[in-house]
């Protein structure tokens, strides 16, 4: 249970910051980096609920939960010291229900025939951002997981990476499903 009855401790004030498992980081660590970009992921999903009800606005207060668990499994990383509780971890199941849903949304959509620009509702532009806020999350948790001494779960970069695609999905579900969209056209303004 999280309980906080002070936001703020002084704790960070010279620069570091403390896992969940307890060892101290700096801010500047690959790991906090990860971590801050899942919770700016999230805060750009709270952007997009402003513009998305229904299905879409559930789907997303789902993710937005699953980012959280997401954090904290990235905020826990793997000693081999015994913690005390079970800590939070993407599960592949929740890998298949985002492939689930990016062939349903799927089925729904022409075929692309170019690159999509990041454009149109506002649902559809904040989903674009939020996709590419996903790919550097991506980024960050590869690299991470290629350091030594670091890990990062399998299933939890399968999510993220899964993520990006269904965000880019809904984007273009959320563009009039795909009939409002904006495509590149390759040396158009020449």
Known sequence: MVRLNRIYTKTGDAGETGL???????????????????????????L????????????????????FDL????ATPETGEPLGYEPLKILESQVERLEAEIDRMNERLAPLKSFVLPAGSPAATHLHHARTVARRAERL????????????????????NRLSDHLFVAARI???????????????SR
Not at 71 to 74: N, S, T
């Open 48 to 67: 997009v609920r402003l513009h998305a009800d229904g299905d879409l606005g559930d789907k997303l207060a789902r993710i937005q939960n699953e980012l």
């Open 71 to 74: 954090g904290a499994e990235l």
């Open 141 to 160: 948790m590869v690299a991470l997981s290629a350091k030594e001494g670091e890990a990062v779960a399998p299933s939890a970069l399968r999510y993220v």
């Open 20 to 46: 969940a498992s307890g060892p101290r980081r700096s801010k500047a660590d690959l790991r906090l980096e990860a971590i801050g970009t899942v919770d700016e992921l999230n805060a750009v999903l709270g």
């Open 174 to 188: 959320a563009n009039d499903e795909g009939r409002a969209e904006v495509l590149w056209v390759p040396g158009g």
